[in-house]
């Protein structure tokens, strides 16, 4: 049998009190009483009611600081407001403190069982919908766990022996067993890369970083992802021209997660870009910004796929070569530069390339 | 004299991936597949060097063992690789940059898998290091 369902009421007349009890008397429910709020918010604490009924306009304290206190104790209780001068602004003021409804004296027990059914069938929705997130919270957790875990390390394993079957063979393999193994480590690696966007997206809150911002060189983080990608754009034989004020002001953030948005936005434009092709990054002053551009002459994004990159766990329908991971990198990286206060924007043309601008506030002393 | 190295991981293909490198490169490696193995290796013999999984068996077993060396007068002098397959827990790294997780006076932190290049130079860097220091303090 299900419990049945606590109401608390709060209302110094005795008359609304017994005549309210009597109303619910019979019906699925455990009622309790209090002619005034300390009595009513001890009550709460003792009693744990699912639903609490408060008078306004009540000696001590108020109806309203009655259910401000009841918020802070436990804002998945449902509150309703009886009164006896029923006004438009004080209906406002009620819902503006948490009441979920509002029942204006003198009511009839028809009206007053309906709107207890419908503040108890609230707060099953409150009630269910904390354990649907918590819910949420764990699979999300599981799932990490289980990307780390089951997919990761056996990708790890093979792919470390991989480097030691190389690295023992390096004066034994022909070119063609040497580019064979090469495939296949870079597939792995691919792979290993997507799991580690997975996990980022997965287990890091992002604006978390705010606590740790300090002042940073764009030029130094945009080096830092150069060096990072040397190898990927040699590996497709592609130029990356750089024109980086010397002078740019600093901005404000965190070096690893600017870098790493960096990475993310320049390794996209490497992926999508032609072998062979050049790729401009640009960095200057404007106004109260650093403005950065990654352009690339590459495969390009679609109208309809445009508004959708930087969505996450999204990969465009159009477009060749729409390799592991396209999605999530931008994702990450549009967190990372929004925690910044700074934005992202895309410009782009099929089959002719692609542009990212990205700004960032310049450093200021002015908090 | 060629030095010796253990490794502690729970995981045999990685370690076979790793061992295989360290060997060719001319090591003395023993191989130790759980913590407790791998703390009574520890009190056998000492060691020029320990490679060191972080996840092993319910938790992060390596953390406990990393804190047992700093706890040990000898063992604390001994250089540990550490090589982590959880990176989530480190956010973002650069292969190749230095992370010290500062367990024991010299220490430092790859990712797994780990390119033998990279390996190699650890390995190198980190015993070196725990003589140089070991030179100056006495």
């Not at chain 1, 009611?49 to 104790?73: A, N, R, Y």
């Not at chain 2, 056998?44 to 320990?50: A, N, T």
């Not at chain 2, 024991?104 to 070196?128: A, F, Y």
């Amino acid at each position: 049998m299900e419990a049945k369902s606590k109401i608390l009421l709060i209302d110094d007349e005795e008359v609304v009190l017994d005549s309210c009890t009597q109303i619910l008397a019979g019906g699925p429910y455990q009622v309790a009483t209090a002619s005034d709020g300390t009595a009513g918010l001890r009550l709460v604490q003792e009693f744990q009611p699912d639903l609490v009924f408060v008078d306004l306009k009540m000696p001590g304290i108020s109806g309203f600081d009655v259910m401000e206190k009841v918020h802070t104790m436990d804002p998945t209780i449902v509150m309703v407001v009886i009164t006896g001068f029923a006004t438009i602004s004080s209906a406002v003021d009620a819902m503006k403190r948490g009441a979920y409804d509002f029942l204006p004296k003198p009511f009839t027990p028809e009206e007053f069982r309906l709107i207890t059914c419908r503040s108890l069938e609230k707060r099953k929705l409150v009630l269910e919908t904390i354990a649907l997130r918590q819910e949420k919270e764990m699979l999300r957790e599981h799932f990490a766990h289980i990307v780390s875990h089951e997919l990761k390390a056996p990708l790890s394993a093979v792919q470390q022996s991989l480097f030691a079957l190389e690295f023992e063979l390096s004066k034994t393999l022909s070119e063609s067993q040497k580019e064979k193994l090469e495939r296949a480590k870079i597939r792995i690696d691919d792979l290993i890369k997507l799991i580690n966007s997975w996990l980022r997206v997965i287990s890091v809150d992002i604006n978390k970083l705010k606590e740790g911002f300090t002042q940073i060189s764009v030029k130094d983080e945009i080096s830092k992802a150069l060096d990072n990608l040397e190898l990927y754009a040699v590996r497709k034989d592609i130029e990356i021209v750089t024109s980086i004020g010397d002078v740019l002001h600093p901005v404000i953030g965190d070096g690893l997660s600017l870098s790493e948005a960096f990475v993310n936005i320049i390794g996209n434009a490497i992926k999508y870009s032609h072998d062979g092709s050049r790729i401009v990054v640009n960095a200057k002053e404007n106004g109260t910004d650093v403005v950065i551009s990654i352009q690339d002459n590459g495969v390009g994004i679609s109208e309809e796929d445009l508004p959708h990159i930087f969505d996450g766990f999204y990969r465009g329908k159009s477009g060749q070569a729409m390799a592991t991971g396209h999605g999530i990198g931008l994702a990450v990286s549009r967190q990372i530069i929004e925690a910044h206060n700074g934005s992202i924007v895309v410009e782009s043309e099929l089959g002719k390339g692609t542009t990212f601008t990205v700004r960032l506030p310049k450093w200021s002393n002015q908090p | 004299m060629a030095k010796r190295l253990l490794i502690i991981d729970d995981d045999p293909d990685f370690v076979s991936g790793i061992k295989a490198i360290l060997d060719t490169a001319g090591f003395e490696v023993d191989v130790a597949y759980d913590p407790k193995e791998g703390l009574q290796a520890l009190q056998r013999q000492p060691y020029d060097l320990l490679l060191l999984d972080i996840m092993m068996g319910r938790g992060a077993e390596g953390v406990m063992i990393a804190r047992k060396l700093r706890k040990d007068a000898k063992l604390r002098e001994m250089p540990v690789l550490i090589i982590t397959g959880m990176r989530e827990q480190i956010a973002f790294l650069f292969p190749g940059e230095p992370i010290h997780p500062h367990f024991v006076e010299v220490d430092e932190l790859v990712e797994k898998p780990v390119e033998p290049n990279l390996l190699l130079e650890k390995v190198n860097s980190l015993i070196q290091a725990a003589e140089e220091r070991k030179a100056g303090v006495s």
